[in-house]
């Protein structure tokens, strides 16, 4: 692994997410640096924000291929071809094969709007306005075959607070969300490269 972990961010809209990671990556202390922003969306706003920050942005439009097997490797051809060491998911919405999320396993992260395990799946925060819970929040966690259900890395919570509605409890999650998603990469770039150091050391070529 190079000093800083070549990241890739997926996204299908806005990419405010992917924002945050792309500022918080300007930081030379931070432990991966975001080389390029790929959308399966070619209209996504997140590709013109992204080359406005400096970062390339591209498009594999989903539709342009038979199925999921062949938009997926296509997906693969242009990672490899980045040479990209971790894949961040910041509001992409295709759902990954179990076969591709095998081979980034330990490499590819989500952001997700909820106190996982708990409201997996999309309209977490209508879901949990009807529930009535107390708190809310994120999660990053890496991603597995099975949806939003990969090891947790890190937690935001947040109060439901009274007289509440989706859009005001979003923008309340959203926050931690551009909080702890750098946070959580800048910890799984530095255990990786760390392993890899410690590797090298072992195993001198």
């Known amino acids: 692994m190079s000093p800083r972990a070549r990241t890739v961010v997926l996204i299908s809209g806005r990419g405010s997410n992917m ?17 390029l ?5 070619p209209g996504a ?8 920050a400096g970062v390339a942005a591209e498009a594999i439009d989903f539709r342009a291929y038979p199925g999921k097997a062949a938009f997926e490797a296509a997906l693969e051809a242009r990672l490899r071809a980045e040479r990209a060491e971790i894949v ?3 509001g992409f919405m295709r759902v990954l094969s179990p076969s591709f999320v095998e081979r980034w396993k330990g490499r590819i992260l989500n952001i997700h709007p909820s106190l996982l395990p708990n409201l997996r799946g999309l309209n977490t925060h209508e879901r949990a306005l ?16 099975e949806l ?7 937690q935001a919570r947040v109060p439901v607070l009274p007289g509440d509605d989706a859009e005001a409890l979003a923008a309340r999650v959203l926050r ?9 990469l800048n910890a799984v770039a530095r255990s990786l490269t760390s392993a890899n150091v410690r590797e090298a050391r072992l195993n001198p070529r």
């Not at 922003?37 to 969306?41: A, K, N, P, T």
């Not at 706003?45 to 406005?52: M, N, Q, S, V």
């Open 45 to 52: 706003p997140g590709l013109a924000i992204a080359r406005e």
């Open 148 to 154: 939003d259900a990969g090891p947790i890395i890190a």
């Open 176 to 184: 931690e969300e551009h909080r702890i998603y750098p946070a959580a």
């Open 37 to 41: 922003v790929l959308s399966d969306e």
């Open 19 to 35: 924002s945050a990671l792309v500022e918080a990556a300007r930081s030379p202390d931070f432990a991966a640096e975001i080389v």
């Open 88 to 90: 961040c998911l910041a």
């Open 130 to 145: 009807r529930q009535g819970v107390a708190e809310h929040g994120c999660t990053v966690h890496f991603v597995t075959a």
